[in-house]
């Protein structure tokens, strides 16, 4: 009784192979298996699709007409699964593949960039895409599988994500050049009360971060001016708009648009800045190298 759900990838390579050297010896040697071994892959070929595909003689075989209909099919399917397994294989070895990353803008725009270098010249053939989106964006993508790796500020337990730390970054305030406190080596929270501040729009973490750290001054969070990016707040700092604080990370992008950083000093703030992943799912070779990367080159940093 024929049974087609035995049909494996071992008979039908003999079967192609029989074929196109039309030689039961060279098809042998060329899929390193014995004639009689050959014979039975064959054999036990027809027998599930319930019929004979070749008719053989001493010399020579011929194909039936099943068989005529089948070769293409088998030809099909034999190049597929071949092309499957390199592709599988390139994956592997990273010669092809693709990764997308969420990662918060601050650390997007300012030291991602040395990170994918780095990577795109260890693994030049995979693709990277990049969202670079506020921190509590960066852990959605991350949570519903849309991106695999997240970089971002420590998101907290969660049962469903994991978080490797990179470096600890310490938040700093941002003045217009020539401001009156910029001569300072430090600034404290209350020095920045007289002057408008400039800060990110809800929801934003770095928001909350700071609201929570005035809130335990006793001091009134009341921004003047909101956007929903950093390198925006840099230029209306820049512009003499008022006065901001951000991540330390950001120093670099601040000094580009004109704007001046200072530490912060009495009540400090600070935040674990880190790799997400979802925990239970595998990372591909492609996101486990780029997670190399970072680690690699940020796990000793300090801001």
């Keep these: 009784m024929a049974n087609i759900n035995t049909v494996t990838f071992k008979q039908v390579r003999a079967f192609v192979a029989v074929v196109r050297s039309r030689s039961f010896a060279e098809a042998a ?47 099909h399917l034999l190049n597929q699964w071949e092309n499957a397994l390199q592709d599988l ?11 997308t990353i969420a990662s918060m803008p601050s650390f997007a725009s300012n030291l991602l960039p040395a990170a994918l270098k780095q990577f795109k010249t260890q693994h030049p053939e995979v693709k990277v895409a990049l969202h670079d989106v506020i921190a509590e964006e960066v852990v959605t ?5 849309q991106a695999e790796i997240g970089v971002s500020f420590d998101p907290g337990e969660h049962d469903d994500l994991l978080f490797t730390p990179l470096f600890n970054d310490h938040f700093m305030a941002v003045l217009p050049k020539g401001h009156p406190l910029a001569v300072n080596d430090k600034i404290e929270l209350t020095q920045l009360m007289p002057y408008d501040l400039i800060t990110l729009q809800a929801p934003s973490q770095v928001r909350q ?27 209306m700092v820049a512009n003499d708009l008022g006065v901001s604080i951000v991540p330390a990370l950001c ?23 880190g790799i997400i992943t979802r925990r239970r799912y595998p990372l591909s070779a492609a996101a486990q190298a780029m997670e190399t990367v970072l680690i690699d080159s940020y796990l000793q940093k300090t801001s």
């Design 141 to 145: 993508l991350v949570r519903t599988g």
């Design 251 to 273: 120093e670099q992008q601040m000094s580009e648009v004109g704007a001046v950083c200072r530490p912060l000093g009495g009540a400090v703030l600070s935040r674990h800045v």
């Design 89 to 99: 294989n390139n994956r592997f070895a990273l010669r092809t593949g693709h990764i």
């Design 29 to 75: 040697a060329q899929i390193h298996l014995s004639q009689p071994a050959l014979s039975i892959a064959i054999k036990n070929l027809e027998e599930a699709v319930g019929g004979q595909l070749l008719t053989r003689t001493t010399r020579t075989f011929a194909l039936t007409p099943e068989g005529e209909s089948f070769y293409p099919t088998a030809q």
């Design 209 to 235: 971060l700071i609201s929570d750290m005035m809130a335990r001054e006793d001091l009134a969070f009341n921004p003047a001016l909101e956007t929903h990016h950093l390198v925006t707040i840099g230029r």
